[in-house]
DNA sequence: TCTTTTCTGTTGCAAAAACAACCGATTTGT
DNA sequence: ACAAATCGGTTGTTTTTGCAACAGAAAAGA
C-alpha cells in the first residue's frame, strides 16, 4: 500500500498533503486497493456506494447501456481523479451508471464515512482533503455542464465543433489529442457512429478539420 | 434582512441551523439581499462569481442562447435551492450559462469565500452550513447525470419517457406536474418545441400519456 | 507470421427531427 | 373589457439522423 503514495500524493484527493501524512490517513480512512482488467465493472447502476474511488492506473468510464444495447458515456475519469464524490451524502440514492475499466486499472477505494467525518486526532491534513474533495466535485459539476453544452446542440456537425473546440481551449491548441475512438466518441456524444465518422470527413473535406486516428486539428 | 430568516431556514445551505445562529451568520458571510423581476439576468455567461446565490422567492432558470437563437435551459432552480456552489473554488473560470429570473425572484448571495473559510470565533454552525453546500453540490452532480440520461436518449420520444418516468418517481406518482411549459421543456430536452408537442400528442393518441397543461399521468 | 478481431470510413435507405408557417385558445397588460 | 402577446397544437417540406451492411486498414492475439 505504501508504493502508492507518491501516486496518490499527484491525485486531486490529496493535493498539498505531505507523503507522511497520506501514509497515515491510508488506514484512518480505511483505503482498499484493487486492479480490474479492461472490460470489467468497479460498479454496476443500481449498486448503493459507500466509498469514494481514486484511480490510479488505467481509464475508467462512467456509462450506461440500454435495452437495446446503445451506450451513452457520461463522463471519463483519468488517472488521478476520482469517482463517487456525488454518492457521499448518506440519502444519495443508488449509482446511476455502470463505472466500468475501459483499460487495465488500480483503483483505491476509501471508507466515504470517514472521509466525511473529520476525525479528532491524527489526521492534521483531513481538512485539506475534505476541500480537496470539494473542489473535485465542484469541477466535475463543470465538467458535467460542459458536457451537457455539447449535447444539446442540435446537429452532429455542432456538437463534434462544440466537444472539438472545448477540449482545444482545455489543451491550449488548434491540434489536440482526444481519449476516445469513434465509438466511444459517439457514445459520448450520443450520436450514430457511422453518421459522426460521415460529418467528421464531410468537415475535413470543407477544410474545417485535420484528423488522423485520434488526434485532430482545427483550422 | 432578519424576515428571511424563517425562509432561509427552509434551504438547502441552512438546513439544521438555528434561527439565531442564521441571523449571526448574515453578516458573518456578508449576505445581501436582491431582487430580480421576470426575465432579468441575475448572472451572465463569462462572469466570475465570487459569491453563492440562494433563491428565497420565485424561479430560476440556469440557460444559454446560442447565435441564433436556440436556447439550451441546463438546470432549473426552485425556492430554497442555490446557485454557484460549483464555482467556489479559486480556480473555477468563467461562468458557463446564464442566470435567468423566469418568474420575479428574490435571492440573497453570500460571499463564497467566507463560506468556504471557517471562521475562527463565533459561527458554530459553520461547519454544518459548509456540509450543507457539499450536499447540496453533490446533489446537483446527481441532478446533471440524469439529465444527461434524459437528453442523451436517441428521439425525442424517449427523451420525453425518460424525463417523465423520472419525474413520476421523484414525485412518487404517475401523476405528475412538471415545471415546464412547452417551450421550456423542449429547450431543456433540447428537441423543438413543434416536433415534441406532435410526439405528446402522437403518445397521447397512442395511450401511453394523458396530459393537460403542464399536468400529466403515465399510463 | 498468420489469423482473427477491431476500427474506421462509405453508401443507400428509411425514419425522425428541424424548420417554418399558421391558427385558435388562453393569458397578460392596460 | 379589450387589445396584444403568449402558448399549444397542426401540417407540410427539407434536412439530418439512425440503421444496416460492407470493405479495407490496423491492431491484437495465437
Known amino acids: 500500500m505504501k508504493k502508492y503514495i507518491p501516486i496518490l500524493k499527484k491525485t486531486k484527493l490529496f493535493a498539498g498533503v505531505a507523503d507522511e501524512e497520506i501514509g497515515a490517513m491510508l488506514s484512518c480512512l480505511d483505503a482498499r486497493v484493487r486492479t480490474y482488467k479492461k472490460g470489467e465493472y468497479v460498479h454496476r447502476q443500481g449498486e448503493h456506494l459507500n466509498s469514494i474511488t481514486v484511480l490510479v492506473d488505467g481509464e475508467l468510464h462512467i456509462q450506461r447501456d440500454d435495452y437495446w444495447g446503445n451506450r451513452t458515456i457520461v463522463n471519463r475519469i483519468a488517472i488521478g481523479e476520482l469517482f463517487g464524490e456525488a454518492y457521499a451524502a448518506p440519502e444519495s440514492g443508488a449509482l446511476l451508471n455502470d463505472v466500468v475499466a475501459v483499460e487495465d486499472s488500480t483503483v483505491i477505494f476509501f471508507d466515504v464515512r470517514r472521509i466525511i467525518t473529520v476525525c479528532s486526532s491524527a489526521c492534521r491534513f483531513h481538512?485539506?482533503?475534505?476541500?480537496?474533495?470539494?473542489?473535485?466535485?465542484?469541477?466535475?459539476?463543470?465538467?458535467?455542464?460542459?458536457?451537457?453544452?455539447?449535447?444539446?446542440?442540435?446537429?452532429?456537425?455542432?456538437?463534434?465543433?462544440?466537444?472539438?473546440?472545448?477540449?482545444?481551449?482545455?489543451?491550449?491548441?488548434?491540434?489536440?489529442?482526444?481519449?476516445?475512438?469513434?465509438?466511444?466518441?459517439?457514445?459520448?456524444?450520443?450520436?450514430?457512429?457511422?453518421?459522426?465518422?460521415?460529418?467528421?470527413?464531410?468537415?475535413?473535406?470543407?477544410?474545417?478539420?485535420?484528423?488522423?486516428?485520434?488526434?485532430?486539428?482545427?483550422?
Open 127 to 219: 481538512s485539506m482533503v475534505v476541500q480537496n474533495l470539494f473542489f473535485a466535485i465542484s469541477e466535475k459539476n463543470r465538467t458535467l455542464v460542459q458536457k451537457i453544452g455539447h449535447i444539446s446542440k442540435r446537429t452532429t456537425r455542432e456538437k463534434l465543433i462544440s466537444y472539438l473546440s472545448e477540449e482545444a481551449k482545455r489543451q491550449n491548441s488548434a491540434s489536440l489529442i482526444i481519449p476516445f475512438n469513434r465509438q466511444q466518441l459517439a457514445d459520448f456524444l450520443s450520436v450514430d457512429r457511422s453518421a459522426m465518422s460521415n460529418e467528421l470527413c464531410k468537415m475535413r473535406d470543407e477544410g474545417l478539420i485535420e484528423f488522423e486516428k485520434n488526434q485532430f486539428r482545427l483550422l
